[in-house]
């Protein structure tokens, strides 16, 4: 009987995460999770996903979440299987990413028992989680069931909520764990089938479901009132300079029409974070998007008093800095009431939901485009004059990826180096580039499956940008190329160790090149053919493009790997720097 109670419970598990909008699910092989990997697994309704590492397996599911806004849920076997999802939650909780988690645990009596592949896997994420809940034991009763379908869909809710991020179910099981195990634990009088005598006609409602998630979760929009809209737009108004912010965000809050309607009643400049989805793609003509800043905010005499933020802090530390010393008064725009400002210097939280907070404030004000956005626009076009063609060796492999990926693309960049070039030098243009990046706690574990699971949430054409070192972190996660079958450009920019640490005084540290820049010395082409992927070395801008279009044009995926000097990358980003800021001087 226990065996068949275990294959209901997974059964109902993937039903009642399909009625919930679920589509994709990542199965990490183990035995203890037995009864959940073979119910997804053959769920008409969901695509399941084979990861052999759980590492890489939860970065995958974080950046399917990325690219859909859907979670794509985790199971895993249990001890040890669910620490290696540690990293990717970690992310998500603070990139605001939808996560649900389905570790399976050994029976409660064997807790703290010395029983094999058995830990404490009580509220195991902590305070990274939004939600946790140990599962209850499978038991065919009504209100059991009615308690799990009711559990999984308030899970599915809070992941997706107002904070999006992880949640953590565990779920105890007890052997037999195999569909085809014989079960000698049945009682006499229970016949065949998942259900006691009499049970299945009671209610229909607790093993069937019902149509759309057990329960539905009506989520309203944090709104302001009239008052405090006036008050808002009363700042607006009487401001002798004003600028909109898009940090980092999932979703691309506010939506672009809410935008460029506030920027153009506001008539304030925006600046576009690469990974705020407003860089990239049309705005209205009039509307002035600034993506250059990195390189020249700091020049600027002008500041803005009114600053309207959304999404997370800027990836900019030019344009964090920018703003602090700015003195003007910050709205920062957050519709689950967090802080993500750690200058601590902005001057107004608004709480409330952030297209809905664009469409209100540019109801309610009229104001002329200033003389500060031209100022921001003539910069960002003289910016752009000076660096184009001018970039430092990695820097300009992050403008050619840009300027010539397909209309439309996914692009995934990773932290370190990849992401503040793709800032500094990414210019803006109208193509339909969706820009990625796992910028809530920034490190560099998990980036490949990341990408690869933004992938496989899509249809366009994906690149993913990485150095060395975080594509040797994660390339167990290539094997989801075969595997989930996504077609991949990875460009792997290889400095031999951790060239970001030459923007730090341990330069200058005797300690500095065995012990912070760690060089390596790895030959990337047999990872490549580990995994039966295509891979070709550029020397240089002009082959890169060469590569990168080829790649772009052929199927299965293909790693470009460009070696470069982080010193001299370095030396040439801080000579571009001095020549920007000798332009602006003199102007």
């Not at 195990?181 to 006609?201: C, H, I, K, M, Q």
């Not at 689950?336 to 001057?347: C, L």
């Not at 002329?368 to 492999?397: C, H, M, Q, T």
């Not at 989930?484 to 920019?493: E, H, K, N, Q, R």
Request: hydrophobic letters at 35%; glycine letters at 10%.
């Amino acid at each position: 009987m226990v065996g068949e109670l275990n294959a209901l419970w997974g059964r109902i598990i993937a039903d009642e995460l399909a009625k919930a909008g679920i589509e994709t699910a990542v199965l990490a092989p183990g035995s203890r999770s037995t009864p959940m990997t073979v119910a997804l697994a053959e769920h008409p309704d969901i695509e399941p996903v084979s990861h052999l590492d759980e590492r890489s397996a939860a970065f995958f599911a974080l950046g399917y979440a990325k690219r859909t806004g859907t979670p794509a849920p985790l199971v895993c076997t249990s001890g040890t299987a669910l620490a290696n999802f540690h990293p990717a939650v970690v992310e998500a909780d603070a990139a605001r990413v939808p996560m649900v988690l389905l570790t399976a645990d050994r029976p409660p009596e064997l807790s703290d028992s010395g029983a094999n592949q058995t830990i404490d896997q009580h509220r195991f994420y902590g305070d990274s989680v939004r939600d946790y809940r140990t599962l209850p034991e499978p038991e065919a009763t009504e209100r059991k069931l009615r308690s799990l379908r009711t559990t999984l869909a308030r899970g599915v809710g809070t992941s997706i909520g107002t904070m999006p991020g992880p949640i953590h179910l565990n779920v105890p099981l007890r052997k037999p764990l195999e569909p085809n195990a014989t079960d000698e634990s049945v009682p006499e009088g229970v016949p065949d089938g998942t259900l006691p005598n009499g049970f299945e006609g009671r209610d229909r409602a607790a093993t069937s479901g019902r149509d759309g998630p057990f329960v539905e979760t009506i989520r309203g929009r944090a709104r302001l009132s009239d008052e405090e809209r006036r008050r808002i737009a009363d700042a607006i108004e009487h401001a002798e300079a004003g600028l909109i912010v898009c940090g980092p965000t999932e979703g691309g809050s506010p939506s672009r029409e809410a935008l460029d309607s506030l920027a153009l009643e506001t008539g304030f400049a925006v600046v576009a974070d690469p990974l705020s989805s407003h860089r990239f793609g049309t705005h209205h003509e009039e509307v002035v998007v600034c993506g250059g800043y990195d390189g020249y905010v700091s020049t600027l005499d002008a500041t803005p008093d009114v600053v309207i933020r959304f999404g997370a802090s800027p990836t900019s530390k030019a344009l964090r800095h920018y703003l602090r010393d700015s003195g003007a008064r910050q709205f920062v725009v957050d519709p689950a009431g967090g802080w993500r400002e750690a200058t601590f210097t902005a001057t107004d939280l608004v709480i409330s939901d952030e297209t809905q907070t664009a469409t209100d404030l540019a109801a309610a004000v009229d104001r002329k485009r200033d003389p500060f956005a031209d100022a921001l626009a003539n910069a960002e076009s003289e910016y752009w004059s000076i660096v184009g063609g001018e970039e430092p060796p990695e820097g300009a492999i992050l403008a050619d990826v840009v300027d010539l990926a397909p209309d439309p693309s996914t692009l995934f960049v990773s932290n370190s180096m990849p992401v503040r070039d793709i800032d500094r030098f990414g210019r803006p243009r109208e193509a339909d580039v969706t820009a990625l990046g796992n910028r809530g706690a920034s490190g560099i574990d998990g980036i490949t499956s990341s990408a690869l699971g933004a992938g496989y949430g899509t249809d366009d054409p994906l690149v993913l940008v990485t150095g060395d070192l975080a594509y040797y972190h994660d390339m167990n996660g290539l094997l989801a190329v075969s595997r989930s079958g996504v077609d991949a450009t990875i460009v792997c920019l290889n400095n031999d160790g951790g060239g970001i640490f030459h923007l730090l005084p341990i330069e200058e540290h005797e300690t500095f090149e065995e012990w912070f820049r760690t060089p390596h010395g790895l030959d990337f082409e047999h990872s490549a053919a580990l995994y039966d992927l295509g891979f070709a070395r550029a020397d240089g801008r002009r082959e890169f493009r060469d590569r990168y279009a080829e790649s772009l044009e052929s199927d299965g995926t293909q790693v470009i790997e460009v070696q470069t000097d982080s010193e001299r990358s370095h030396e040439e980003r801080r000579r571009l720097a001095r020549a920007v800021a000798d332009r602006f001087r003199d102007e």
